[in-house]
């Protein structure tokens, strides 16, 4: 069955980096395009940054400059480096793909407070 595993969460100060990672499995990994998607608190989950199989990138403009995603097909795992944190970046980040049907992963907490 499809599994998504993410990892790397943390808690940093403003302006400090994280990455990411998501494990992927049970699906045909180089076909298709994975999201991470963010939720702060109390708000709904947002995309935040996307990829597609032939590696296109495309980010939500709040984090254009500072979040790069990328995937690499041969461990079946797509990252998220999270560069220049702000305060607004806390929150549960979650690895999405769709195949069939949505699917998620269980969510990393990122922590961005002085």
């Known amino acids: 069955q499809v599994q998504l595993v993410e990892s790397g969460g943390g808690q940093v100060q403003p302006g400090g980096s994280l990455r990411l990672s998501c494990a992927a499995s049970?699906?045909?990994?180089?076909?298709?395009?994975l999201t991470w998607y963010h939720q702060s608190p109390g708000k709904e989950r947002e995309w935040v940054a996307a990829i597609t199989p032939g590696g296109r990138q495309q980010y939500i403009d709040s984090v254009k400059g500072r979040f790069t995603i990328s995937r690499d097909n041969d461990k079946n795992l797509v990252e998220l480096q999270m560069n220049n944190l702000k305060p607004e970046d806390t929150g549960l980040y979650y690895c999405h793909v769709f195949s069939d049907q949505d699917y998620w992963g269980q969510g990393t907490q990122v922590t961005v407070s002085s």
């Open positions: 049970g699906f045909k990994f180089i076909t298709h395009g």
